[in-house]
Protein backbone atom coordinates (compact mmCIF):
# COMPACT_ATOMS: atom_id res chain seq x y z
CA UNK A 1 0.00 0.00 0.00
CA UNK A 2 1.39 3.50 -1.03
CA UNK A 3 2.17 5.96 2.02
CA UNK A 4 -0.42 8.32 1.04
CA UNK A 5 -3.17 5.89 0.75
CA UNK A 6 -5.39 7.55 3.21
CA UNK A 7 -8.22 4.70 3.14
CA UNK A 8 -8.03 1.11 1.89
CA UNK A 9 -10.85 -1.11 1.14
CA UNK A 10 -10.57 -4.76 0.56
CA UNK A 11 -13.14 -7.47 -0.42
CA UNK A 12 -15.82 -6.01 2.03
CA UNK A 13 -18.68 -7.81 2.63
CA UNK A 14 -21.50 -7.17 5.71
CA UNK A 15 -25.14 -8.58 6.27
CA UNK A 16 -27.96 -7.72 8.42
CA UNK A 17 -29.48 -10.72 9.44
CA UNK A 18 -28.98 -13.08 6.20
CA UNK A 19 -29.55 -9.76 3.85
CA UNK A 20 -26.49 -8.94 2.49
CA UNK A 21 -26.31 -5.12 2.99
CA UNK A 22 -22.15 -4.70 1.40
CA UNK A 23 -20.69 -6.91 -1.09
CA UNK A 24 -17.15 -7.62 -1.62
CA UNK A 25 -16.44 -4.03 -1.81
CA UNK A 26 -12.75 -2.68 -2.48
CA UNK A 27 -11.19 0.87 -3.17
CA UNK A 28 -8.70 3.06 -2.26
CA UNK A 29 -8.68 6.94 -1.58
CA UNK A 30 -5.06 8.60 -1.46
CA UNK A 31 -4.49 12.07 0.06
CA UNK A 32 -5.52 14.57 -2.17
CA UNK A 33 -8.79 13.12 -3.69
CA UNK A 34 -11.81 13.68 -3.63
CA UNK A 35 -14.10 10.52 -4.08
CA UNK A 36 -18.37 10.85 -4.38
CA UNK A 37 -19.78 8.19 -3.37
CA UNK A 38 -23.27 7.93 -5.17
CA UNK A 39 -26.14 5.52 -4.97
CA UNK A 40 -30.12 5.05 -3.97
CA UNK A 41 -31.34 5.16 -1.37
CA UNK A 42 -30.73 1.38 0.33
CA UNK A 43 -27.39 1.14 -1.52
CA UNK A 44 -25.53 0.75 1.68
CA UNK A 45 -23.45 3.88 1.95
CA UNK A 46 -24.96 4.16 5.44
CA UNK A 47 -23.54 1.13 6.13
CA UNK A 48 -19.97 1.64 4.63
CA UNK A 49 -19.33 4.81 6.74
CA UNK A 50 -20.56 2.89 9.83
CA UNK A 51 -18.06 0.16 8.97
CA UNK A 52 -15.56 2.55 8.07
CA UNK A 53 -15.67 4.53 11.64
CA UNK A 54 -16.28 0.89 13.40
CA UNK A 55 -19.95 1.95 14.78
CA UNK A 56 -20.37 -1.30 13.14
CA UNK A 57 -17.54 -4.59 12.54
CA UNK A 58 -17.28 -6.69 9.86
CA UNK A 59 -16.17 -10.35 9.68
CA UNK A 60 -15.51 -10.53 5.95
CA UNK A 61 -12.92 -7.92 4.50
CA UNK A 62 -10.34 -5.54 5.82
CA UNK A 63 -10.66 -1.68 5.78
CA UNK A 64 -7.57 0.19 6.81
CA UNK A 65 -7.33 3.87 7.57
CA UNK A 66 -3.46 5.60 6.71
CA UNK A 67 -2.06 1.95 7.60
CA UNK A 68 -4.13 1.03 10.28
CA UNK A 69 -6.41 -1.85 10.38
CA UNK A 70 -9.68 -0.03 11.73
CA UNK A 71 -10.66 -3.67 13.62
CA UNK A 72 -6.93 -4.71 15.23
CA UNK A 73 -5.46 -0.89 15.64
CA UNK A 74 -8.84 0.82 16.11
CA UNK A 75 -7.71 4.04 18.01
CA UNK A 76 -4.78 5.01 15.81
CA UNK A 77 -7.33 4.51 12.87
CA UNK A 78 -9.84 6.74 13.97
CA UNK A 79 -7.43 9.43 15.05
CA UNK A 80 -6.55 9.68 11.04
CA UNK A 81 -10.56 10.34 10.67
CA UNK A 82 -12.52 13.17 10.76
CA UNK A 83 -16.35 12.64 10.03
CA UNK A 84 -19.56 14.47 9.31
CA UNK A 85 -22.50 12.46 9.96
CA UNK A 86 -25.58 12.62 7.75
CA UNK A 87 -27.62 14.03 10.87
CA UNK A 88 -26.46 16.84 13.57
CA UNK A 89 -24.16 15.99 15.95
CA UNK A 90 -23.87 18.46 17.70
CA UNK A 91 -25.39 19.46 21.12
CA UNK A 92 -27.99 22.19 21.01
CA UNK A 93 -27.41 23.47 24.12
CA UNK A 94 -24.28 23.92 24.16
CA UNK A 95 -22.16 27.03 22.64
CA UNK A 96 -20.21 26.49 19.48
CA UNK A 97 -16.92 26.73 20.99
CA UNK A 98 -18.07 24.46 23.73
CA UNK A 99 -19.10 21.93 21.18
CA UNK A 100 -15.68 22.13 19.95
CA UNK A 101 -13.79 21.67 23.67
CA UNK A 102 -15.58 18.77 23.87
CA UNK A 103 -14.27 17.57 20.64
CA UNK A 104 -10.73 18.48 21.20
CA UNK A 105 -10.79 16.97 24.93
CA UNK A 106 -11.89 13.98 23.70
CA UNK A 107 -8.96 13.68 20.79
CA UNK A 108 -6.86 14.79 23.85
CA UNK A 109 -5.58 18.03 22.35
CA UNK A 110 -4.95 20.35 25.41
CA UNK A 111 -6.40 23.85 26.22
CA UNK A 112 -3.75 25.91 23.95
CA UNK A 113 -3.52 24.08 20.80
CA UNK A 114 -7.24 23.55 20.99
CA UNK A 115 -7.96 27.12 21.42
CA UNK A 116 -5.60 27.71 18.61
CA UNK A 117 -7.15 24.93 16.04
CA UNK A 118 -11.01 26.31 16.68
CA UNK A 119 -9.83 29.96 16.32
CA UNK A 120 -8.36 28.80 13.23
CA UNK A 121 -10.16 25.81 11.84
CA UNK A 122 -13.95 28.64 12.85
CA UNK A 123 -11.68 31.53 10.55
CA UNK A 124 -11.42 29.74 7.56
CA UNK A 125 -15.31 29.02 7.71
CA UNK A 126 -16.34 32.81 8.95
CA UNK A 127 -17.82 31.50 12.38
CA UNK A 128 -15.23 32.34 14.66
CA UNK A 129 -17.51 35.47 15.58
CA UNK A 130 -20.01 33.74 16.68
CA UNK A 131 -18.60 30.71 18.56
CA UNK A 132 -19.96 31.69 21.94
CA UNK A 133 -23.33 31.55 20.39
CA UNK A 134 -25.30 28.10 21.47
CA UNK A 135 -26.16 26.16 18.14
CA UNK A 136 -29.88 26.03 18.84
CA UNK A 137 -29.08 29.96 17.32
CA UNK A 138 -27.76 28.86 14.71
CA UNK A 139 -28.89 27.76 11.08
CA UNK A 140 -28.79 25.03 9.50
CA UNK A 141 -25.95 26.10 6.84
CA UNK A 142 -23.70 27.58 10.24
CA UNK A 143 -24.42 24.29 12.02
CA UNK A 144 -23.24 21.98 9.03
CA UNK A 145 -20.22 24.89 9.01
CA UNK A 146 -19.32 24.51 12.62
CA UNK A 147 -19.74 20.63 12.46
CA UNK A 148 -16.73 20.46 9.36
CA UNK A 149 -14.73 22.38 11.50
CA UNK A 150 -14.76 20.45 13.79
CA UNK A 151 -14.06 17.15 11.91
CA UNK A 152 -11.14 18.70 10.94
CA UNK A 153 -9.63 19.69 14.48
CA UNK A 154 -7.53 17.07 15.39
CA UNK A 155 -6.07 17.49 11.84
CA UNK A 156 -7.32 14.03 10.09
CA UNK A 157 -6.31 12.41 6.76
CA UNK A 158 -9.28 11.24 5.81
CA UNK A 159 -12.89 13.05 6.06
CA UNK A 160 -16.09 11.44 5.91
CA UNK A 161 -18.62 13.35 4.89
CA UNK A 162 -22.13 11.62 4.82
CA UNK A 163 -24.58 13.36 3.01
CA UNK A 164 -23.93 17.11 4.77
CA UNK A 165 -25.58 19.24 2.51
CA UNK A 166 -28.76 17.71 2.27
CA UNK A 167 -31.78 20.34 3.67
CA UNK A 168 -29.20 23.57 3.17
CA UNK A 169 -30.06 26.57 0.91
CA UNK A 170 -28.17 26.48 -2.48
CA UNK A 171 -25.91 29.07 -1.26
CA UNK A 172 -24.91 27.43 1.78
CA UNK A 173 -24.61 23.97 0.02
CA UNK A 174 -21.80 25.62 -2.91
CA UNK A 175 -20.11 26.93 0.40
CA UNK A 176 -19.70 24.04 1.91
CA UNK A 177 -18.70 21.88 -1.28
CA UNK A 178 -16.33 24.97 -2.70
CA UNK A 179 -14.69 24.64 1.34
CA UNK A 180 -14.28 20.67 0.51
CA UNK A 181 -12.98 21.31 -2.55
CA UNK A 182 -10.68 23.82 -1.24
CA UNK A 183 -9.38 21.57 1.50
CA UNK A 184 -8.46 19.15 -0.89
CA UNK A 185 -6.39 21.19 -3.31
CA UNK A 186 -4.69 23.37 -0.68
CA UNK A 187 -4.33 20.94 2.62
CA UNK A 188 -3.62 17.16 0.12
CA UNK A 189 -6.95 15.90 2.55
CA UNK A 190 -8.54 12.74 1.19
CA UNK A 191 -12.28 13.02 1.21
CA UNK A 192 -15.30 10.43 0.70
CA UNK A 193 -17.95 11.81 0.57
CA UNK A 194 -21.69 10.70 0.11
CA UNK A 195 -24.57 12.59 -1.90
CA UNK A 196 -27.40 12.59 -3.68
CA UNK A 197 -26.48 15.58 -5.29
CA UNK A 198 -24.91 14.98 -9.00
CA UNK A 199 -23.87 19.08 -9.35
CA UNK A 200 -21.46 18.93 -6.22
CA UNK A 201 -19.10 16.93 -7.94
CA UNK A 202 -15.82 18.36 -9.51
CA UNK A 203 -14.47 17.83 -13.12
CA UNK A 204 -11.49 16.23 -11.24
CA UNK A 205 -13.08 14.36 -8.46
CA UNK A 206 -13.37 10.70 -8.28
CA UNK A 207 -16.26 8.91 -8.30
CA UNK A 208 -17.69 5.53 -7.13
CA UNK A 209 -21.12 4.70 -7.88
CA UNK A 210 -22.43 2.21 -5.41
CA UNK A 211 -25.77 -0.14 -6.09
CA UNK A 212 -27.75 -3.13 -3.84
CA UNK A 213 -23.90 -3.09 -1.67
CA UNK A 214 -21.79 -3.66 -4.76
CA UNK A 215 -19.52 -1.14 -6.29
CA UNK A 216 -21.48 -0.40 -10.11
CA UNK A 217 -18.04 2.26 -10.72
CA UNK A 218 -15.43 3.38 -9.62
CA UNK A 219 -12.71 6.07 -11.38
CA UNK A 220 -12.14 10.10 -12.72
CA UNK A 221 -15.36 11.49 -13.60
CA UNK A 222 -13.95 10.96 -17.33
CA UNK A 223 -12.96 7.62 -16.83
CA UNK A 224 -17.08 6.13 -15.47
CA UNK A 225 -18.45 8.27 -18.42
CA UNK A 226 -16.13 6.73 -20.46
CA UNK A 227 -16.68 3.35 -19.41
CA UNK A 228 -20.47 3.65 -19.72
CA UNK A 229 -20.56 5.14 -22.87
CA UNK A 230 -22.74 8.67 -21.90
CA UNK A 231 -21.72 12.34 -21.48
CA UNK A 232 -23.04 13.00 -18.40
CA UNK A 233 -22.61 11.62 -14.69
CA UNK A 234 -26.69 12.19 -14.78
CA UNK A 235 -26.44 9.14 -17.71
CA UNK A 236 -24.27 7.23 -16.36
CA UNK A 237 -25.06 6.87 -13.10
CA UNK A 238 -29.30 6.41 -14.27
CA UNK A 239 -27.12 3.44 -17.09
CA UNK A 240 -25.95 2.03 -13.52
CA UNK A 241 -28.63 1.83 -11.22
CA UNK A 242 -31.03 1.35 -13.93
CA UNK A 243 -33.35 4.58 -13.50
CA UNK A 244 -33.02 4.47 -9.57
CA UNK A 245 -32.55 8.14 -8.55
CA UNK A 246 -29.32 9.29 -6.16
CA UNK B 1 -2.53 7.14 23.55
CA UNK B 2 -1.19 9.12 26.45
CA UNK B 3 -2.41 8.96 29.91
CA UNK B 4 -3.15 12.97 29.87
CA UNK B 5 -5.21 12.12 26.76
CA UNK B 6 -7.49 9.59 28.77
CA UNK B 7 -7.69 12.14 31.57
CA UNK B 8 -8.62 14.95 29.52
CA UNK B 9 -11.07 12.97 27.42
CA UNK B 10 -12.50 11.89 30.89
CA UNK B 11 -12.82 15.78 31.96
CA UNK B 12 -13.90 16.65 28.57
CA UNK B 13 -17.03 14.56 29.34
CA UNK B 14 -17.65 14.82 32.84
CA UNK B 15 -17.50 18.74 32.61
CA UNK B 16 -20.04 18.67 29.78
CA UNK B 17 -22.62 16.49 31.59
CA UNK B 18 -22.41 18.75 34.40
CA UNK B 19 -22.35 22.23 32.75
CA UNK B 20 -25.60 20.99 30.90
CA UNK B 21 -27.13 19.59 34.12
CA UNK B 22 -26.40 22.92 35.89
CA UNK B 23 -28.02 25.41 33.03
CA UNK B 24 -30.91 22.76 32.92
CA UNK B 25 -32.74 24.47 35.72
CA UNK B 26 -36.11 22.45 35.30
CA UNK B 27 -33.86 19.21 35.23
CA UNK B 28 -31.84 19.94 38.68
CA UNK B 29 -35.45 20.85 40.40
CA UNK B 30 -37.24 18.05 38.99
CA UNK B 31 -34.46 15.37 40.16
CA UNK B 32 -35.10 17.17 43.29
CA UNK B 33 -38.76 17.48 43.93
CA UNK B 34 -39.21 13.95 43.72
CA UNK B 35 -37.34 12.72 46.54
CA UNK B 36 -38.44 16.00 48.66
CA UNK B 37 -42.40 15.23 48.21
CA UNK B 38 -41.32 11.49 49.44
CA UNK B 39 -39.85 13.25 52.23
CA UNK B 40 -42.21 15.61 52.90
CA UNK B 41 -45.57 14.07 51.89
CA UNK B 42 -45.48 9.94 52.06
CA UNK B 43 -43.06 9.79 55.17
CA UNK B 44 -45.18 12.34 57.20
CA UNK B 45 -48.36 9.85 56.38
CA UNK B 46 -46.16 6.73 57.10
CA UNK B 47 -44.72 8.18 60.50
CA UNK B 48 -47.65 6.58 62.70
CA UNK B 49 -48.14 3.64 60.53
CA UNK B 50 -44.70 2.11 60.60
CA UNK B 51 -43.26 1.46 64.31
CA UNK B 52 -39.52 1.17 63.74
CA UNK B 53 -37.09 -1.22 65.88
CA UNK B 54 -33.80 -0.03 67.08
CA UNK B 55 -31.79 -1.38 64.24
CA UNK B 56 -27.79 -0.57 62.97
CA UNK B 57 -26.96 1.51 62.20
CA UNK B 58 -28.98 3.44 64.13
CA UNK B 59 -28.87 3.41 68.39
CA UNK B 60 -31.88 4.69 69.41
CA UNK B 61 -35.27 5.10 68.02
CA UNK B 62 -35.53 7.40 64.59
CA UNK B 63 -38.32 8.82 63.00
CA UNK B 64 -39.91 7.19 59.43
CA UNK B 65 -38.50 10.53 57.89
CA UNK B 66 -34.63 9.42 59.25
CA UNK B 67 -34.65 5.92 58.28
CA UNK B 68 -36.18 6.93 54.47
CA UNK B 69 -33.59 9.25 53.46
CA UNK B 70 -31.09 6.83 52.60
CA UNK B 71 -33.73 5.54 50.45
CA UNK B 72 -34.95 8.48 49.15
CA UNK B 73 -30.50 8.86 48.12
CA UNK B 74 -30.67 5.55 46.67
CA UNK B 75 -33.78 6.70 44.68
CA UNK B 76 -32.13 9.98 43.52
CA UNK B 77 -29.53 7.82 42.05
CA UNK B 78 -31.16 5.01 40.90
CA UNK B 79 -33.43 7.68 38.57
CA UNK B 80 -30.22 9.73 37.77
CA UNK B 81 -28.78 6.35 36.41
CA UNK B 82 -31.81 5.77 34.23
CA UNK B 83 -32.16 9.20 32.80
CA UNK B 84 -28.50 8.70 32.23
CA UNK B 85 -28.96 5.79 30.14
CA UNK B 86 -32.61 7.62 28.45
CA UNK B 87 -30.46 10.46 27.32
CA UNK B 88 -28.21 7.90 25.73
CA UNK B 89 -30.75 6.26 24.43
CA UNK B 90 -31.97 9.86 22.94
CA UNK B 91 -28.24 10.70 21.87
CA UNK B 92 -27.95 7.43 19.69
CA UNK B 93 -30.92 8.26 17.93
CA UNK B 94 -30.28 11.97 17.62
CA UNK B 95 -26.64 10.63 16.71
CA UNK B 96 -24.72 12.42 18.49
CA UNK B 97 -23.45 9.41 20.41
CA UNK B 98 -21.74 8.79 17.12
CA UNK B 99 -19.44 11.41 18.08
CA UNK B 100 -18.37 9.58 21.36
CA UNK B 101 -18.09 6.39 19.84
CA UNK B 102 -15.35 7.11 16.58
CA UNK B 103 -13.45 9.18 18.89
CA UNK B 104 -9.85 7.38 19.50
CA UNK B 105 -10.42 6.02 22.89
CA UNK B 106 -11.39 2.43 23.70
CA UNK B 107 -15.11 2.29 23.87
CA UNK B 108 -14.98 0.50 27.76
CA UNK B 109 -13.10 3.50 28.80
CA UNK B 110 -15.77 6.07 27.04
CA UNK B 111 -18.51 4.19 28.71
CA UNK B 112 -16.94 4.57 32.20
CA UNK B 113 -16.32 8.44 31.66
CA UNK B 114 -20.43 9.05 30.66
CA UNK B 115 -21.06 6.60 33.72
CA UNK B 116 -18.72 8.70 36.04
CA UNK B 117 -20.18 11.74 34.23
CA UNK B 118 -23.74 10.43 35.59
CA UNK B 119 -22.89 9.64 38.61
CA UNK B 120 -21.26 12.88 39.84
CA UNK B 121 -24.32 14.48 38.56
CA UNK B 122 -26.38 12.41 40.89
CA UNK B 123 -23.43 13.27 44.20
CA UNK B 124 -24.99 16.79 43.34
CA UNK B 125 -28.40 16.31 43.67
CA UNK B 126 -28.05 14.17 46.89
CA UNK B 127 -25.65 17.00 48.84
CA UNK B 128 -28.53 19.34 47.90
CA UNK B 129 -31.60 17.04 48.78
CA UNK B 130 -29.29 16.62 52.16
CA UNK B 131 -28.49 20.24 52.58
CA UNK B 132 -32.63 20.54 52.12
CA UNK B 133 -33.21 17.58 54.87
CA UNK B 134 -30.81 19.21 57.44
CA UNK B 135 -33.33 22.11 57.75
CA UNK B 136 -35.96 19.36 57.74
CA UNK B 137 -34.22 18.11 61.29
CA UNK B 138 -32.59 15.24 59.60
CA UNK B 139 -29.32 15.16 60.92
CA UNK B 140 -26.37 12.63 60.21
CA UNK B 141 -22.82 12.73 62.25
CA UNK B 142 -20.70 15.65 60.18
CA UNK B 143 -18.19 12.57 59.22
CA UNK B 144 -21.59 11.05 57.58
CA UNK B 145 -21.57 13.67 55.04
CA UNK B 146 -17.82 12.80 54.00
CA UNK B 147 -18.29 8.85 54.49
CA UNK B 148 -21.19 8.88 51.79
CA UNK B 149 -19.22 10.38 49.24
CA UNK B 150 -17.23 6.97 48.07
CA UNK B 151 -20.30 5.02 48.66
CA UNK B 152 -22.34 7.80 46.40
CA UNK B 153 -19.50 7.49 43.74
CA UNK B 154 -19.83 3.16 43.79
CA UNK B 155 -23.90 3.13 44.16
CA UNK B 156 -23.97 5.78 41.03
CA UNK B 157 -21.85 3.88 39.10
CA UNK B 158 -23.45 0.38 39.57
CA UNK B 159 -27.09 2.23 39.31
CA UNK B 160 -25.71 4.08 35.90
CA UNK B 161 -23.94 0.92 34.60
CA UNK B 162 -27.59 -1.11 35.19
CA UNK B 163 -29.01 1.91 32.92
CA UNK B 164 -26.24 1.57 30.60
CA UNK B 165 -26.94 -2.13 30.10
CA UNK B 166 -30.84 -1.49 29.75
CA UNK B 167 -29.83 1.63 27.02
CA UNK B 168 -27.86 -1.12 24.88
CA UNK B 169 -30.90 -3.08 24.57
CA UNK B 170 -32.95 -0.43 24.07
CA UNK B 171 -33.62 0.79 20.11
CA UNK B 172 -36.14 3.47 20.46
CA UNK B 173 -36.62 5.83 23.36
CA UNK B 174 -40.61 5.02 23.44
CA UNK B 175 -39.28 1.05 24.76
CA UNK B 176 -37.39 2.47 27.55
CA UNK B 177 -40.35 4.05 29.07
CA UNK B 178 -42.09 0.46 29.84
CA UNK B 179 -38.12 -1.24 31.20
CA UNK B 180 -38.13 2.06 33.17
CA UNK B 181 -41.22 0.58 34.82
CA UNK B 182 -40.29 -2.82 34.84
CA UNK B 183 -37.06 -1.93 36.77
CA UNK B 184 -37.48 1.10 38.47
CA UNK B 185 -40.40 0.52 40.69
CA UNK B 186 -40.08 -3.35 41.18
CA UNK B 187 -36.18 -2.00 42.51
CA UNK B 188 -37.31 0.39 44.70
CA UNK B 189 -40.06 -1.43 46.42
CA UNK B 190 -38.46 -4.54 46.51
CA UNK B 191 -36.25 -2.92 48.72
CA UNK B 192 -34.86 -1.75 52.10
CA UNK B 193 -35.39 1.89 51.08
CA UNK B 194 -38.56 2.16 52.59
CA UNK B 195 -38.87 -0.11 54.88
CA UNK B 196 -36.86 -3.02 56.68
CA UNK B 197 -36.06 -6.31 55.54
CA UNK B 198 -37.41 -7.30 58.95
CA UNK B 199 -40.52 -6.00 58.93
CA UNK B 200 -41.00 -6.74 54.77
CA UNK B 201 -40.37 -10.71 56.53
CA UNK B 202 -43.23 -10.09 58.66
CA UNK B 203 -45.63 -10.00 55.69
CA UNK B 204 -43.62 -12.71 53.24
CA UNK B 205 -40.85 -14.25 53.59
CA UNK B 206 -40.56 -14.74 49.25
CA UNK B 207 -40.35 -10.55 48.83
CA UNK B 208 -38.13 -10.56 51.79
CA UNK B 209 -35.12 -12.24 50.01
CA UNK B 210 -35.76 -10.57 46.69
CA UNK B 211 -35.46 -7.32 48.92
CA UNK B 212 -32.74 -8.54 50.64
CA UNK B 213 -30.60 -9.77 47.19
CA UNK B 214 -31.60 -7.21 45.33
CA UNK B 215 -28.88 -4.48 44.69
CA UNK B 216 -30.61 -1.39 45.43
CA UNK B 217 -31.18 -2.43 48.72
CA UNK B 218 -27.23 -3.39 49.42
CA UNK B 219 -26.36 0.09 47.60
CA UNK B 220 -29.16 1.51 50.15
CA UNK B 221 -28.22 -0.11 53.23
CA UNK B 222 -24.05 0.13 52.14
CA UNK B 223 -25.10 4.84 52.42
CA UNK B 224 -26.62 4.10 54.98
CA UNK B 225 -23.83 2.86 57.43
CA UNK B 226 -21.79 5.16 55.94
CA UNK B 227 -23.93 7.89 56.90
CA UNK B 228 -23.48 6.95 60.49
CA UNK B 229 -19.72 6.44 59.83
CA UNK B 230 -20.02 2.69 59.42
CA UNK B 231 -18.67 0.85 56.54
CA UNK B 232 -21.32 -2.12 55.72
CA UNK B 233 -18.82 -4.74 54.06
CA UNK B 234 -21.20 -7.47 52.58
CA UNK B 235 -23.26 -4.28 51.01
CA UNK B 236 -20.31 -3.10 49.70
CA UNK B 237 -18.87 -6.20 47.97
CA UNK B 238 -22.29 -6.96 46.87
CA UNK B 239 -22.79 -3.51 45.13
CA UNK B 240 -19.09 -3.71 43.73
CA UNK B 241 -19.85 -6.88 42.40
CA UNK B 242 -23.41 -6.00 41.09
CA UNK B 243 -21.34 -2.93 39.15
CA UNK B 244 -18.91 -5.18 37.78
CA UNK B 245 -21.28 -7.43 36.14
CA UNK B 246 -23.40 -5.08 34.59
CA UNK B 247 -20.38 -2.44 33.53
CA UNK B 248 -19.18 -5.56 32.26
CA UNK B 249 -22.37 -7.02 30.33
CA UNK B 250 -22.76 -3.00 28.93
CA UNK B 251 -19.48 -2.92 27.46
CA UNK B 252 -20.36 -6.54 25.70
CA UNK B 253 -23.59 -4.99 24.89
CA UNK B 254 -21.23 -1.70 22.97
CA UNK B 255 -19.21 -3.91 21.48
CA UNK B 256 -19.81 -3.52 17.27
CA UNK B 257 -18.81 -7.08 17.30
CA UNK B 258 -20.30 -8.58 19.97
CA UNK B 259 -23.45 -6.51 20.95
CA UNK B 260 -26.52 -5.49 20.36
CA UNK B 261 -25.32 -2.66 17.91
CA UNK B 262 -25.50 -4.17 14.82
CA UNK B 263 -28.35 -5.76 15.56
CA UNK B 264 -30.72 -2.78 16.14
CA UNK B 265 -28.73 -0.94 13.04
CA UNK B 266 -27.79 1.82 15.13
CA UNK B 267 -24.87 3.94 17.22
Known amino acids: ?246 | MSFLHYWRAMWGIVGRELWRFVTQRERFISALVRPLVWLFVFAAGFRAALGLAITPPYETYILYEVYITPGLIGMIQLFNGMQSSLSMVYDREMGSMRILMVCPLPRWFLLLSKLLAGTGVSILQVYVFLAIAWFYDIHAPWQGYLWIMPTLLLSGLMLGALGLLLSSFIKQLENFAGVMNFVIFPMFFMSTALYPLWKMKESSVFLSKLAEYNPFSQAVEMIRFALYGQFDQQAFIYTLVAFLLFMAAAIVGYNPSKGMMVKKGGA
Open chain 1, 1 to 246: MSSQTALSIENLTFSYGGKKALDQLGFSINSGECTLLLGPNGAGKSTLFSLITRLYDSHEGQIELCGFNVKQQTRQALAKLGVVFQQTTLDMDLSVMQNLRYHTSLHGLGRKVALQRIQQELERLNMYERRFEKIRQLNGGHRRRVEIARALLHKPALLLLDEPTVGLDVPSRLAIVEYVHQLVAEEKLAVLWASHLIDEIYPEDHLIVLHKGQIKAKGTVDEVLLNTGTTSIKDAFYSLTQGEQA
